[in-house]
Every structure is written in structure tokens, then in C-alpha cells.
């Protein structure tokens, strides 16, 4: 049985992941921040998962995940890259954009993920709590 984990990561300015955001069908849902963002805390989250499911994560979410943690996913997991489902189905762009154009709203329409990085960035100097309460709504909770 095949059991999906919708993965993604948001990363600062120095290319650090801030945010991994993990759903495990059918209803458990993670948000690792910060320090908090380890190989142990990563696969406890994917516990119970065989199948990671990525918007350019075969080029982007695990590659960066293996060089900050040390942690190779694809060794561990199947994985899924939507967004090659979605160029043949000619969607292109960016998740945002690809979902704009399927109807799907977000409650953070408009927050880019050039925004994402200025979000962590006051977080992180300044202990603005709005700021990542407003990062964390922006990474797609699935």
C-alpha cells in the first residue's frame, strides 16, 4: 500500500531550511522550524510513509535536505515530482502559479516566496511571532 507524504520546504537567505512542511495521508500534518529541523525530527514526520510527493523536490526540496542534514530521502523513499505531471499537462510555473490556474485558493494569495524568505528573515533577527505565524500559514499545508 502506497503511503504519500506531501512534502516542502521553504530555506533563508543563506539557503538554510526554515520550514519543512510534511503531510502524511490521511491526516497527520508536521511543521518542523528552525532548530528543530534535524534528519531524526524529518523521519519521525515521514513516519509511516513510503512515497514522498514534491513540487520540484527532485530538484530543490531533497537536494537541499541532503546537503543541510545529511539526510538522502530517495534512498529511503519513492518519489513523486508533480511538477513534471503538471508540464505534461501543460501547467507551468511555480506551485503558486500552477495552482492559481487550477482555481486553488490559499489563505496567504499574494505572499511570495520571495516573501517567505523577508518573513523568516524578521523571525528570525527580530522574534517577530506574525511573521512566522504568517510563513508557516504560506507553506502548503495540504
Not at 537536494?63 to 530521502?73: A, F, H
Amino acid at each position: 500500500m502506497k503511503i504519500r507524504a506531501y512534502l516542502d520546504i521553504e530555506t533563508s537567505f543563506a539557503g538554510d531550511i526554515t520550514v519543512v512542511g510534511i503531510f502524511v495521508a490521511p491526516d497527520s500534518f508536521v511543521q518542523l522550524v528552525g532548530g528543530s529541523i534535524e534528519e531524526n525530527t524529518i523521519m519521525t514526520a515521514l513516519d509511516n510513509a513510503n512515497v514522498i510527493v514534491t513540487f520540484n523536490g527532485s530538484r530543490f526540496d531533497l537536494p537541499v535536505i541532503k546537503r543541510k542534514t545529511g539526510l538522502d530521502l530517495r534512498k529511503n523513499f519513492k518519489s513523486h515530482d508533480l511538477m513534471y505531471d503538471c508540464w505534461k499537462n501543460n501547467l507551468h510555473g511555480g506551485l503558486k502559479a500552477v495552482e492559481m490556474k487550477l482555481g486553488i485558493c490559499r489563505e496567504t494569495e499574494g505572499v511570495s516566496g520571495r516573501d517567505a524568505l523577508f518573513l523568516w528573515d524578521r523571525y528570525d533577527k527580530t522574534g517577530d511571532n506574525d511573521a512566522l505565524d504568517l510563513l508557516l500559514k504560506y507553506t502548503p499545508q495540504v
